[in-house]
């Protein structure tokens, strides 16, 4: 507790600035309430800096980080965007637009086309002639060259993208940098490799030596192939050459605003190595990086039509979710939407993928290294804020460790720094929008309310934009609506179990199943564990890992079907 000591002497700012989520519990443990370190750097602000992890420091001190803000002059971000169609920009065909703001200080960024129904006639017309013409009997080598175009355009344009999203998105530019346009980079990467292997993936249009069907493939999500085996992530197959299985057509593609231009690329990448054309639907508050994709796209001479971008809200989802023209719907965000395209789709014999919402276990054992398993914490719920699908949002620790968990993890979150999302020393940036935060403070009121105790380090929330300290919620039950319900932001609920089994039927008392956490030393209890958890990713002392070699997707109220790794290309193949 050395740096919350440290801290307490540099109270810089009145108490009425201290964070809401400040309660008598934070009271408690500092003393004095609205006792807090400042930051000089503009809007970033920590209880202590993370040097100071290392040992004690006079009282009463104060080391900070210089401001290292990344410059905005590396992308130029146009007043007006239009539509991405059949490979050039255009207005709305009825001249709406909307704005896009920086969500860390309400600064508009940018007016961007409204597609209407009339758009997303055009865009299909265009995906479909692409598809007819081009890209659909294209052979897989010439596809994998544009894909390979792409992900080195990515690569080089990797600053560009990195700025823009943290200016459209909030995220911390550390995260956009080292985190989101990487991993972009390397799905088009990835996929582009499997472009020209399709007939050895083991999916569909079986008739070579070697390769067969399904026969006796127990698939929990329902696309199995190969000789018997059981798989869990659904595609199983042998290793000879069969036939190269068809694409669908033109896919549609609807992606949320936690990760656009990662969820952009999770869509694209795999349909377009598959020999499917896109119509891509960002999110309304993110169009920003889709948008500048699709430049890329015209950059990597993409046929026109291949990739189309339509911008807009919920009424050009649905639009394109019911366009008879489109033969695929690909979907990620909530579960709420995700019941609602699945009963548009019922029955138009569309192919669907649902990758939609969580509410993860985190399962911390008492013989896991405790320093280890905290920064496994704090990754797993305050990474992008913790607007992550798969966050480790609920905390289980094993009773006899639980004091000293709550403990660390409350003098390790003192270090962590909110503020200017481009300040390279952030950790933690801003809300994506007014509407998302109104939402994460209505349900911490309610955790407060139905009895937890709520806990945040002391932070100065800057003045203008979305802002939401991390918080901990501890006294929590399994019936209280934070542990139940996706508050998909920096909110942790600490639930305590004595046994493994009671911390298996914890973690599984949830309507969703899209990840969990395990923390032990023990693999005999890692094993243990990840066969019983319901959930479509098990991560292992360790979380929030991502690699494009590796499925993932969800059960239950998490959706169907996976994206990631050999198994992301049946989503796009006639299997
Ligand atoms: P959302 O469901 O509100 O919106 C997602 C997208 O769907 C947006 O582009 C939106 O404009 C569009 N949309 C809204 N209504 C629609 C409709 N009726 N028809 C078609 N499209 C419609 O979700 P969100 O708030 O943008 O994203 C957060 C949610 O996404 C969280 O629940 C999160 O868990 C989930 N998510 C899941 C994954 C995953 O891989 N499982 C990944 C990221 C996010």
Redesign the pocket.
Known sequence: MTGIRASRGQSARPPDEVAPAQSADVVGQRGQRGEAAASPSPGGTAARPPDDVAGPRPAGRGWDYAPAPESREIVTIAAEYGLFLDGTFSPAADGREFPTINPATEEPLARVALAGPADVDRAVAAARQAYEQVWGSMPGAERAKYLYRIARILQERAREFAVLESLDNGKPIRESRDVDVPLAAAHFFYYAGWADKLEYAGIGGASGAGMTGGDGGASRTGVAGGTGGASRTGVAGGTGRGMAPRPLGVAGQ??????PLL?AA?KLAPALATGNTCVL?????TPLTALLLAEVCQQADLPPGVVNVLT??????????GHPGVNKIA????????K??SR?VAGTGKRLT?????KAANVVFDDAPVDQAVEGIVNGIFFNQG?????GSRLLVQESVADIVVERLRERLATLRLGDPLDKNTDIGAINSRE?LDKISALSAIGEAEGAQRWSPPCRLPERGYWFPPTVFTGVSQSYRIARE?I?GPVLSVLTFRTPEEAVTKANNTPYG?SAGVWTEKGSRILWMAQRLRAGVVWANTYNRFDPASP???YRE??FGR?GGRHGLAAYLDA
């Open positions: 609807v992606i949320p605003w936690n990760f969820m999770w639907k960002p999110a309304e508050t807009g809200a919920g009424q050009t989802g649905s639009a394109l979710v979907f990620t965000g909530s579960t709420e939407v995700g609602e395209i548009a649902l990758e939609l919402g969580g607007h992550v699908c798969c966050a998302q996706e998909f899209l993932f997707g969800g998490s959706g994206e």
